[in-house]
C-alpha cells in the first residue's frame, strides 16, 4: 500500500537558477465571525485586512485568545489551550510520539480485521478497512512532514522528523504484507462483492492493488524485508539529499575590483579595497550573473555557484543507485518504469514519446530567443559574426535587451489584495469563498500564521486553509501546499468492529480516533473536513499602512499555491486515499498551473489590484507592459524544463543500475551530454548544477508533470476560461469534470470530457503524442 502524500512545491525562482541555475472547545463561541468595525467596509475586506493590517490582526487574534481563555477559565500567560491544528498532544513535541503510538495501535487493530476477514460483511468492508488504515497513518505522517519542514522549534522538527521516518518505515512493511494482498485479491475476485462497489471504491481497491504489486508483493519474504530496507534508505538519502541544496563547493570568489562595472556597490565592490569577496550564494550569482560586464568574472561565478562538492555528488548519485536497485529487485527495468506504472502518462516510452515531441515542436521558438541573445552579444563585443552564448552570458544578455516596465506594479499587489481577488475569483467560478477563521493559542507554529475558513454558498464550510505565508529566519524557503488532513466520509468506520473479543483496551493503550465529521449539504453522512497549509518565503509586512507587496511572479505563485489548495477543497471523496491532490503526479499540477493562467487577465486584476496606499485600480497599461516582460524569452524557460524533465528520466532509466564494468554511474557526464544535444547553451566543465536539482528527490521520474500540466493547462485555458475567466459555466464544467473527483477518475477521462475531445480519453501513447503537439498552448 503506498500511502502516497504529495507537497506541491513551486520552486520556479530556483529552478530558473540552475542553470547559473493542527479538550474540548466551544464551536459557538470559537465560530463567530470577525466583524470589522467599519461597517461601511465590503464583505470580505476583512480577508485582505488580516494580512494587511497590523492593528485588525492584533484586535482579532486578542479577540479570539479572550474567548478562548473565558472558555478554558484559566490566564492566557499560564497554558498553551490546545496544541498544532487544535490536537492537544500536540501542544509539547512529545506529542508526536504520543499521536504516532497511537496511530500505530489503530493501525495494527485493522490490520489484524483485514487478515481475519472471513465472511461475506466483514470482506465487503476490506477496502474501507484499509482506506481507514491508509488514513490513520497519513493523518500523522502528512502532519509531521509538515512540521519537520517549517517548525521554528527545533525540538517540534526532530520530534516530528522522528515520528514521519517512525510510520513511513511501518507503512513499506504493511505494503509486502502478504497476508493483507491476498484478503484483497479474494474480494477483487468475488462478483457479489464487487458488484455492490461505487466506481469510486473500485478505484480505490485496484489502487491498492496495484500498490502492492509495485512493492514486490510476490517475491521471497527476505527479497520483501530487503525491499523495506531499500525504501527506508531512500527516504533516509533523500532527507539529505535535500538538506543539502544549499551547499556550495565553493563558497565565495574573490575578484578584482576594477572588473566588477555594473554591479551595485552594496554587492561586494568597495573602493577603499583592490580586491572584493563575492559569496556564491543563489543571489548574490544571480546579480553577477546579471549585471557584470566582464565576461570571465561572470563565468568564474557561474563555474563556483554550479560547483558540487564530492559528498553531495556521492550521495545524489547513491540515492538514484538505490532506487535502481530497488527497481531491479522487484523485475523491472528501470525506476521510471516503477514510479510511472500509475500515472497519466503510464510508462517510460510513453514520457520521452511526449517530452521529444514537445521538444521538436518548441525547439523553433527557443531558437529565436537564443538568437536575440546571440545578436545582442555580437553588438555588445562588436564581433563580425554571431557568438556562441554561454550558459554565464544568458541573464546578462537577457537583461541587457529585456523590455522593464518603469513603473513598479508591487503597490497594486499587497498579499491581502491578492488573497481577497482569489476568494472573489473563486466566488464567481465555484460559488467558493474565504473567511477568517479563528486561531487559539498553542495551535499554529508561528505567530504570522492567519487561518481560513473555506465556505462553499450551497454546502457551507468544506475546509480550512493555514496561510504561513511570510519569510522568518530558519523557514523553508519555496512555496508549497501541504495536506494535513484529507477529506473522506467518516459516519460508517465502524470503529468498534476494530476491536477483537477479549482485548483489554486499557491495557493496550490509548488509540488514534476518527475524525467526528461534519453534515455537508447534499451529501449522506458525515465528512471529515480537508485541512491544508500553504507556505510562501515573502517579505514581512513593515509595520502599520506597510503591508507586504509581492511582484509578479510572487503573485504567479500564490495562484498557483491556492489552485492546489482548491483541488483539496473540491475534490471532497468518500476515500481518503483518492481524495484531493491524492492523484498521479502528472494530473496534480494541471489545477494549480491553470490558476497561474487567471493572473494574466485584466478582468481578473480588476477584482482586486488597487494600490495598496490609494486604493486605485491597477492601470491597464502597466498590466500590459508587465505581461509583456513576463512572457519575454518563455520559449528560452520552456527548452530548460524539458532539459530538465529529460535528464529526470535519464537519471532514473537504466543508466542507474549498476553494472559489472562500473561500480557507479556518473552523473555529470550524462548531464553534459543532453546539455550539449538538447539545451541551448554548452556545458561548462567544473559544473554540477543536478545537486540543486532538488525535486530528483520529491519528483523522481516525475518532473515531466510540470510540462504535461502546463500543455493541459494551456489548452483548457485557451478552450475555457480565456473568453470569460469569470463565467460561472467554465467555473462549473472544471469543477465537475475535473477538480471535485481527486483522484478517483482516470485523469484522460476528466480532460477528455472537460476538453470535449474524445481523441485523448484513451489515453494510450497517441493521446500522448497529441498533448505533445499542443505546444502553443504552453
Known sequence: MQFNRYIHSTTRLLERRLFLPRTKISINLLSRRFTHSDSSTKPDENVRLIFDDSDTWNNYTSRSQTIAALEYGTSLATRKLTGLFRNPDLATPQGFHIEAEKALRRVKLLVHRITKANTEGELRKVVKNLDRLSDALCSVIDMAEFVRTSH????????????YEYLCSYMNSLNTNTELYKVLKKVLSTPSIVSQFSSEELQVANIFLRDFEKSGIYLSSSDREQFVQLSDRIIALGRQFTQNLPQKCINHIDVDVSLLEGLHPSLGKDAKESTATLSTGAWEAQMVLKFVKDEKVRKEMYIAANSATPEQLALLEDLLETRAMLAKLIGMESYSHIFLIDKMVKNAENVQTFLRTLADHHRPKALADLQLLQEAKRIHTRSETLPTVYAWDR??????ISTQPVT???PYF??????????RLFSRLYGISFEPADIIPGEVWHEDVRKLDVIDEQEGKIGIIYCDLFNRTGKFQNAAHYTVKCSRRVDDDDGVG????????????????SDHGVRIKGKTGRYQLPVIVLTCDFAKPKGRNKPSLLNWVEVETLFHEMGHAMHSMIGRTDFHNVSGTRCPTDFVE??????????YSPKVLSLFAKHHETRETIPLDLIKSHVKARLQFSAMETQSQILMALLDQLYHSKLATKSESSNSYDTTAILYKLQDTVGLFPSVSGTAWQVQFGHLFGYGAGYYSYLIGRVLAGKIWKEIFEKDPLNREAGQLFREE??????????WLCVGKALRDDRIIAGDSKAVSIVGEWVDFL
Open 152 to 163: 521554528p522549534d527545533p525540538k517540534f522538527a526532530q520530534a516530528a522528523n522522528w515520528a
Open 395 to 400: 541573464d546578462f544578455y537577457t537583461e541587457k
Open 408 to 410: 513598479s506594479i508591487s
Open 414 to 423: 499587497s498579499v491581502g489584495s491578492v488573497i481577497q481577488g482569489l476568494s
Open 498 to 513: 476494530d476491536i477483537p473479543s477479549g482485548i483489554d483496551l486499557t491495557e493496550m493503550g490509548e488509540l488514534l480516533k
Open 590 to 599: 494541471l489545477p494549480s498551473i491553470l490558476m497561474e493562467y487567471f493572473v
Open 738 to 747: 475535473v477538480l471535485k473527483w481527486g483522484g478517483s477518475r482516470d485523469p
